[in-house]
């Protein structure tokens, strides 16, 4: 099957899907007419599409954990726990590192080791091997709609299977479950593997059932640029409404800033509809996801609650329609279930508070805005321009390419080229752009910013700001400061400087 953007030949579709329901014995269950006429009869209160509309039109951000044990009771238990004493507005269904790498079988140990032991072994919900009856028990059970929501490349089997089994949103994408997650899997077969992904959800929109669909919009984490992140979603986001999906919702993960973050929640929207719009596509509607930091946390569970709450502020303040909550254990691991409804009453919390505030357009966040949409747009129309009008062959020739290059990736078919390094307000600019398809004026405006950084620093821009950078969330700092004597002489004028931007004397310790 040669690459295109276009819509799955059906032949195509039903010859894969043959081989993926054969790939575990619970694909036998699935049957797709039965699976129409299950969805038709869940409340409108449950699908995740309804919800998400009428929160967009009533300006509400929704607070939405991450959660999965491995048996079917215990992850009942621990969704009913969130609904019930967090007040989550949707619920997740997070899947299990083996089935996230289609291996059943070890899913399948993971789940009589966890009955043996009286304790969840699996880092997630197996909802393969539980098969659809399972999953309906977790739909049927819940009052709030769910999502499955995983980090898997090839995912076509477990959406088979979950959909089937009635859940009304699904995350993932080609790119943002490829690049971030997997080392050798080229981007050519994760987004043909997606687009089978998107096409079966097209094909339950045809007959009148909602899907959510959702790109996983962080990437890597805190350090990669608005504009990456956004080209990425925008493309996924084409290649997912050009098979059939209507409910998109793009994300954008925490970077730091506040006006970096909220001008990009602003952009995300706006770019996506601009170049969906601009290919030929109006059946779709469109809401954003905010990701809480997913960089390193605190230990210490007050800190903690601090970077939780500096998310839900910024989600509150950038409008966006969804945020994906942290959770006091974070940096420990699966959280329990206390401390995952504590992270989502910790958010709830400020985004009520928030809910009727806005941030006023200034200069300064106009001026975030304008270079986000620049850059994205400059990253966007190279990939069409090298996919000679196809996004899909376009994206792929874009990652060879370094048109499009996410920071720290562990994929090979990533090129790996560009630094991103914090400037003096910890907004997340790049010290090397590697081969984006940027202009003179968008490279100064960069160098500019972190010229300026390196001024306050005492220090030349180099590559030793961007460890500083990564290891400044250690220290429960966003800028990676120097520490050595040279630098601390000119403390003075930096001092001055910080008064005067609002930086506070504790972030340069
Ligand atoms: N339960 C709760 N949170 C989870 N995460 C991953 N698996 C689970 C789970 N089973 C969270 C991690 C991290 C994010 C990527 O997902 O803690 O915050």
Not at 254 to 271: E, I, K, R
Not at 342 to 358: C, H
Request: hydrophobic share 40%; aromatic share 8%.
């Amino acid at each position: 099957m040669e690459l295109t953007v276009k819509q799955m030949d059906p032949e195509e579709f039903t010859r894969q899907r043959q081989e993926v329901l054969a790939q575990w014995i619970t694909g036998k269950d699935v049957d797709f007419e039965e699976a129409v006429v299950y969805h038709k009869n869940i409340p409108l209160s449950k699908v995740f599409a309804h919800k998400l509309e009428e929160g967009k039109r009533q300006g509400i951000t929704f607070a939405q954990p991450r959660a999965g044990v491995a048996l079917l009771h215990e992850h009942l238990e621990l969704l009913q726990y969130l609904q019930d004493e967090g007040g989550a507005d949707f619920l997740p269904t997070t899947i299990d590192s083996y089935t996230r790498q289609n291996r059943y079988t070890e899913a399948q140990a993971g789940i009589e080791e966890s009955r043996a032991v009286g304790r969840s072994m699996l880092n997630g919900f197996p909802a393969v091997n539980h098969g659809v009856a399972a999953c309906r028990q977790v739909v049927e059970k819940m009052q709030v709609p769910v999502q499955v929501r995983h980090g898997t490349p090839d995912a076509r089997l477990l959406a088979e299977i979950t959909l089937a089994g009635g859940f009304t949103a699904y995350e993932g994408g080609g790119i943002s479950y490829n690049i971030p997650y997997a080392k050798d899997v080229s981007i050519e077969s994760t987004i043909k593997y997606w687009q089978y992904v998107d096409r079966l959800v097209g094909l339950y929109e045809e007959r009148g059932v909602s899907i959510n669909r959702e790109p996983f919009g962080p990437l890597t984490g805190t350090l990669v640029p608005p504009a990456i992140s956004h080209a990425v979603a925008v493309i996924e986001g084409v290649l997912a409404v050009a098979q059939g999906v209507r409910s998109l919702t793009l994300g954008y993960g925490q970077c730091g800033n506040l006006l970096q973050d909220v001008a990009a929640l602003h952009t995300l929207p706006v770019v996506a509809e601009e170049y969906l719009k601009k290919l030929g596509y109006s059946n779709f509607d469109l809401t954003t996801v905010f990701h809480q930091w997913m960089g390193g946390f605190p230990q210490d569970e007050a800190k903690a609650y601090g970077v939780i709450s500096w998310g839900a502020t910024v989600a509150a303040l950038g409008k966006a329609t969804k945020v994906i909550v942290k959770t006091p254990h974070e940096a420990l691991g699966i959280p329990t279930k206390e401390a995952n409804a504590a992270g989502i009453r910790t958010t709830k919390q400020i985004l009520n508070m928030l809910k009727d505030q806005t941030l006023p357009m200034t200069k300064e966040l106009a001026l975030e805005e304008q270079m986000i949409l620049r850059e994205t747009r400059a990253i966007l129309d190279k990939v069409l321009e090298l996919g000679e009008g196809d996004i899909a062959v376009g994206a792929v020739r874009a990652f060879q390419a370094g048109v499009i290059d996410v920071p720290f990736a562990p994929s090979r078919f990533n090129a790996g080229k560009i630094l991103p390094a914090r400037d003096s307000q910890g907004a997340v600019r790049m010290l090397d752009f590697g081969n984006l398809p940027f202009d003179t004026e968008i490279k100064a405006f960069h160098q500019e910013r972190i010229a300026l950084r390196g001024r306050d620093e005492g220090r030349d821009p180099s590559f030793q700001m961007v460890i500083d950078d990564i290891y400044a969330i250690g220290k429960g700092m966003l800028v990676g400061r120097p520490r050595s004597k040279e630098a601390g002489l000119r403390w003075s004028a930096f001092e001055e400087r910080g008064a005067m931007s609002g930086i506070s004397q504790c972030e340069i310790k």
